[in-house]
């Protein structure tokens, strides 16, 4: 009677075994045939083509305060200790617009959080659409020593369809 009953729970065990190896195999191959279609398809790149041109298809209206993103703004001083200098980098999301004379505002915040200054200008550069642009450092105003923190918000850009 226990005989019977370790020959059906080794016939169990083997059954398990033989669809779990099964399975592995399967999952294999499907991974092995997903890889070679991707290799196949040049990867992501047609996907993204496709993206990019449903984006500009979409956008009718040019928006530079969406379209441009900062990467990269840190305030620092100018060698003489006086003055605000930024070292400002942007990038151009839009896959249609070009985007020139990028108007900014620069705000000091003080340590109870309230606005001490804002000084407003134009980085006259062009960035395309979906490239990025380092601006060489620049000159913005007088040094607030008693801000705690600043703020570079973008708040227009003069656009052009390309």
Avoid: C
Avoid at 47 to 73: F, G
């Amino acid at each position: 009677m226990f005989e019977e009953l370790e020959e059906e729970e080794r016939g169990k065990r083997e059954e398990r075994k033989r669809l779990l190896r099964m399975t592995a195999y399967l999952v294999g191959a499907l991974l092995v045939v997903g890889a070679i279609v991707y290799i196949a398809s040049g990867g992501h790149s047609k996907t993204s083509q496709a993206v990019k041109s449903l984006a500009a298809a979409r956008q009718t209206v040019p928006d530079p305060v969406n379209d441009l993103k900062i990467v990269h703004a840190v305030m620092g001083k100018d060698p003489s200790g006086l003055r605000v200098m930024w070292s400002v980098q942007l990038r151009n999301k839009s896959a249609v617009y070009t985007y020139s004379d990028i108007q900014y505002e620069a705000r000091f915040i003080g340590p109870d959080g309230s606005m001490r200054g804002a000084n407003r200008d134009t980085i006259k550069t062009s960035i395309a659409p979906g490239e990025e642009e380092r601006i060489p450092p620049f000159i913005d105003g007088i040094y607030d020593a008693n801000a705690s923190t600043y703020q570079f918000v973008l708040l227009g850009a003069t656009s052009s369809a390309q």
